[in-house]
């Protein structure tokens, strides 16, 4: 099941998406898609029961969960990634973890928006895993347990400003809509172990392939990041997870390759879908 939250004549609401793009409007049911996640009330939905119908091109998309407690990222996560760095070192023992703010991340559709401080807007394609079930210390055999469902992110980066500090990225990651995240969540039920093991992700760059890689490929596996960033967070209903970028990201050609406005970037992923945003620069108040 494909559940998305919009706004609908201003007023946010959320529901599950048809094959024949019209929207099942799922408000009365819970006030967020997050908090439907929240109460276990996705997996007993009848659709059927629900006669308050949009067509999907009358509503605008936003994140698909607006309000998470944590948005938990996952660095240098693909085994050839951490070859691109070409910097000799050995494959790390534990993941690389860093935290995004919401509004660093806009809606499939919306702008990416390249800052008037940086022109090395880049594109990080990744699968995002969005927590369903409240949990510490989780066991990697029960991982799986505690998904609500996936969704995709570009992970729009900064490059230059990664750098600002000596032992941070915080800054490079968080300029307001420099990311995206969307279009919508597919439902847990739709998958099983061995999509999240072996699942595709693509980006596209104006048509142009960049990154093609497959979650078989990950040092750190789905089921091993939920286990480990548990041992220190309680992960909770609506968290969400960036789970690393394959290579291919612009600056690792030679000369790099940042974006620019007017590029268009499509983040695909196996079973999910495609996320599609244009880059602006930032129109300064």
């Not at 408000?27 to 999907?56: F, G, H, M, W």
Request: glycine content about 8%; aromatic content about 8%.
């Amino acid at each position: 099941m494909r559940l998305v939250s919009f706004n609908n004549n201003q007023q946010y609401s959320w529901g599950a998406l048809l094959d024949n793009d019209v929207v099942v409007d799922l408000a009365a049911i819970s006030t967020s898609l997050k908090q439907a996640i929240s109460d276990d009330k996705i997996s007993s939905l009848n659709l059927d029961d629900y006669d308050s119908r949009l067509q999907l091109q009358e509503v605008k998309l936003l994140p698909p969960i607006t309000n998470p407690e944590k948005i938990i990222c996952i660095g240098v996560n693909y085994a050839n990634r951490n070859e691109e760095y070409k910097d000799g070192s050995e494959p790390p023992k534990y993941p690389s973890v860093f935290m995004r703010t919401p509004d660093s991340l806009t809606a499939h559709g919306a702008p990416l928006i390249r800052p008037p401080e940086s022109h090395k807007l880049d594109y990080e394609g990744e699968i995002v895993v969005v927590i369903g079930k409240r949990g510490r210390r989780i066991p990697q055999e029960e991982a799986y347990q505690h998904i609500a469902g996936l969704s995709i992110m570009n992970e729009g980066t900064l490059r230059d400003w990664v750098r600002h500090a000596k032992f941070n990225v915080t800054q490079g990651k968080n300029f307001v809509h420099s990311g995206s995240i969307g279009p919508w969540l597919v439902s847990a039920d739709e998958f099983g172990p061995e999509q999240y093991e072996n699942m595709r992700i693509k980006t596209r760059v104006n048509g142009e392939l960049r990154q093609d890689d497959t979650t078989a490929n990950m040092m750190f596996p789905i089921a091993y990041q939920i286990h480990y960033l548990s041992t220190f967070f309680e992960l909770k209903p609506g968290d969400v997870i960036a789970t690393g970028t394959p290579n291919g990201a612009g600056a690792r050609f030679d000369p790099p390759r940042f974006l620019a406005p007017g590029d268009v970037v499509e983040v695909e992923v196996e079973g999910v879908g495609v996320l599609c945003n244009e880059v602006k620069d930032e129109v300064l108040k």
